[in-house]
């Protein structure tokens, strides 16, 4: 069952109290419990999130209520990603992040980001696995994440463009208020293109030694809450095949006793996909084996299952901003050893 984090729904609650709405009566009326919004542990599950927006948009008249919701959007919404983003040595670093651990605020949120001509690209969808949410999530979903981009550089940004797939509200002026320039709708994708400058000019409030703590916390995190589901068989499974070399998706399902189409089908119910599965199982490995100071990055990367030392160098560059050498050397100071 997909689900998404209190803290999320918190934004939604403040949201129709500065509409004038009485957001507890609301969530009572449709069988959700209020009590629990100040529980940012706890999760909704995604039919009663959906719930609540409909019935939030439908108490507010405001079809760019998501927009509304979006401006109480606060680092904490994100759970400690966004407390891991809010210290990034870059909002690059910052985006790189967010995108990595969506699913620990949603499973049902999709991200990618990516380089592109003249900037980066940032986009975002939900697979729900079930009933589709109403577009209005999708605007908190991306204002929330620029508003937030703002928060963390402490200046306004202006965009390259945004997209957005749903159709035009009566009343655009809205999303032009918040983003400062003509906004695109019914476009492929939902995304925001940031220029290039923005995203890699330094935080002023960056310290990546800390952010890197909230990176393991995240991983942490992530391991608990996916560790009863197919997911974590599949971890355990890719873990044993490691030291041998780059598993391969046949292996790994015939250990499993299904098809290969049976596999990639099961870890697609689960919102994730084989490569992502066997990527953050390298990286929460790479950190533990890089404070075992007796191991060499070579043989880590052999641990790993990389070709080498510099396939091992590239992908902790891309989880982390760093290469392995450097965190370890972080590491060692900030254990003052």
Request: charged letters at 20%.
């Given at each position: ?21 009485d957001?507890?009566?609301l ?12 529980d ?6 995604q ?22 919701v979006a ?43 990516k380089?592109?001509?003249g ?5 975002m ?8 949410p109403?577009y209005q ?7 929330g ?14 965009p ?11 009343d ?13 709708f019914?476009a492929?994708?939902?995304a ?6 923005d ?6 409030s ?23 589901r ?19 998706k046949r292996d ?7 098809t ?34 007796d ?11 990389f ?5 091992l160098?590239?992908?902790?560059v ?20």
């Open positions: 069952m997909h689900t998404g984090l209190s803290a999320w729904i918190l934004a939604i609650f403040q949201g129709l109290e500065a509409s004038g709405i957001a507890g009566q969530m009572q009326s449709i069988g959700m419990d209020a009590a629990k919004v100040g940012l542990q706890y999760r909704y599950s039919e009663q999130v959906t719930n609540l927006w409909v019935a939030a948009v439908n108490a507010t008249g405001d079809e760019n209520f998501g927009l509304m401006r109480h959007v606060r680092p904490s919404t994100f759970h400690v990603v966004g407390y891991a983003m809010s210290c990034s040595a870059t909002l690059k670093r910052a985006a790189e992040r967010f995108a990595h651990s969506t699913r620990l605020i949603s499973d049902s949120a999709v991200v990618d980001f380089a592109v001509e900037g980066y690209r940032l986009e969808d939900l697979s729900t696995g079930g009933r589709p109403i999530t999708i605007d908190t979903m991306l204002a994440f620029f508003i937030l981009s703002e928060w963390i550089l402490a200046k306004p940004i202006l390259l463009e945004v997209q957005f797939r749903h159709e035009p509200p009566l655009p002026s809205a999303y032009v208020s918040m983003f400062r320039i003509p906004v695109t019914e492929q994708a939902n925001i293109v940031f220029r290039t400058e995203l890699e000019q330094p935080v002023p960056a310290n990546e030694e800390l952010a890197m703590v909230l990176d393991e916390m995240t991983s942490n995190y992530l391991a608990l809450r996916y560790g009863q197919f997911s974590r068989k599949v971890r355990d499974v890719l873990a044993r095949q490691l030291p041998l070399g780059e598993p391969n790994t399902a015939r250990m499993l006793a299904m290969e189409r049976t596999l990639l089908r099961r870890l697609r119910n689960e919102n994730t996909t084989y490569r992502e599965v066997l990527d953050r199982l390298r990286e929460e490995m790479a950190f533990s084996y890089l404070r075992n100071r191991l060499t990055i070579e043989q880590i990367a052999v641990l790993l299952g070709s080498g030392s510099n396939a160098s590239r992908a902790f891309r989880w982390t901003g760093q290469r392995p050498s450097h965190w370890r050397e972080n590491q060692r100071q900030l254990e003052g050893g």
